[in-house]
């Protein structure tokens, strides 16, 4: 699965300092990501649910999340 790291881009970087072509590449990226995400119904972290009732995978993909810096 692509992520922001492959991108190329530090994810610590300040936004402002992005050049036209750095956000093409977060976008191209971002897109790709929310694709995957919405195929496998979301994250559950907790108790979310789709309307059917069923937790969401998407946590399995999650590279950041909780991470202590």
């Known amino acids: 699965m692509q992520d922001f790291i492959q991108s190329g881009i530090n994810p610590e970087r300040v936004a402002a300092t992005l050049t036209v072509d750095d956000w093409k ?9 929310f694709k995957i995400a919405i195929k496998i119904r979301g994250t559950s972290i907790f108790d979310w649910r789709d309307l059917y ?14 991470l202590e810096r």
Do not use: M, S
């Open 53 to 66: 009732g069923c937790k969401g995978e998407n946590q399995y993909e999650l590279k950041v999340y909780g």
């Open 25 to 33: 590449e977060v976008f191209c990226h971002a897109r790709e990501l």
